[in-house]
T-cell receptor
């Protein structure tokens, strides 16, 4: 597609519920990133995929967070047993370059998760 | 660890005023530097970038120069428009040691007609 597409745009979850957030990157983009953006803050890194390989998951805040990109295109971020502190905007970004090169990302519009 | 510090907002300017948003960084290596912009209701967009010292990134009338000696990457525009109202994020990415980009907290800009 023309841009990075994320769904759903908004998600309200009850505390303890599992959620799955989807990211459809730009076709052919090698690199895919997930970021978490709390209200009034800058995005914080969660995890990175190069094609289907998850090369860095150091930013995932707990083992309740899990991400996958099984065919090297669409990615899903799953949060199990959601807590109120998980409320944030979850951003997906993709880039045509891989490895250590970073010429900037294309971001999706994000999924706003509210845990009640 | 690496970090980015940018001036707190909001910044309120009149149309055609000169804009500066300060950004300084701490990095162990030799990072690439970026400015991203987030318009109301939209995702972050890359505004400009610089990959080495003394490089000047520019786009849409905005510019920023990579100053290694002062570890700074201040964003400037000579004459702002109402349509420039947005949140601006300074960011860095190291060449080694991982794939993440470190973002500042963002500076909200309001431009009045």
């Amino acid at each position: 597609g023309a841009g990075v597409s994320q769904s759903p745009r908004y998600k309200v979850a009850k505390r303890g519920q599992d959620v799955a957030l989807r990211c459809d990157p730009i076709s052919g983009h090698v690199s895919l990133f997930w970021y978490q953006q709390a209200l009034g803050q800058g995005p914080e890194f969660l995890t990175y995929f190069q094609n289907e390989a998850q090369l860095d998951k150091s930013g995932l805040p707990s083992d309740r967070f899990f991400a996958e990109r099984p065919e090297g295109s669409v990615s899903t971020l799953k949060i199990q047993r959601t807590q109120q502190e998980d409320s944030a905007v979850y951003l997906c970004a993709s880039s045509s370059t891989g490895g250590q090169l970073n010429y900037g990302y294309t971001f999706g519009s994000g999924t706003r998760l509210t845990v009640v | 660890g690496d970090s980015v510090t940018q001036m707190e907002g909001p910044v309120t300017l009149s149309e055609e005023a000169f804009l500066t948003i300060n950004c300084t960084y701490t990095a162990t290596g030799y990072p690439s530097l970026f400015w991203y912009v987030q318009y109301p209701g939209e995702g972050l967009q890359l505004l400009l970038k610089a990959t080495k010292a003394d490089d000047k990134g520019s786009n849409k009338g905005f510019e920023a120069t990579y100053r290694k000696e002062t570890t700074s990457f201040h964003l400037e525009k000579g004459s702002v428009q109402v349509s420039d109202s947005a949140v601006y994020f300074c960011a860095l990415s190291e060449r080694t040691g991982g794939f993440k980009t470190i973002f500042g907290a963002g500076t909200r800009l309001f431009v009045k007609a």
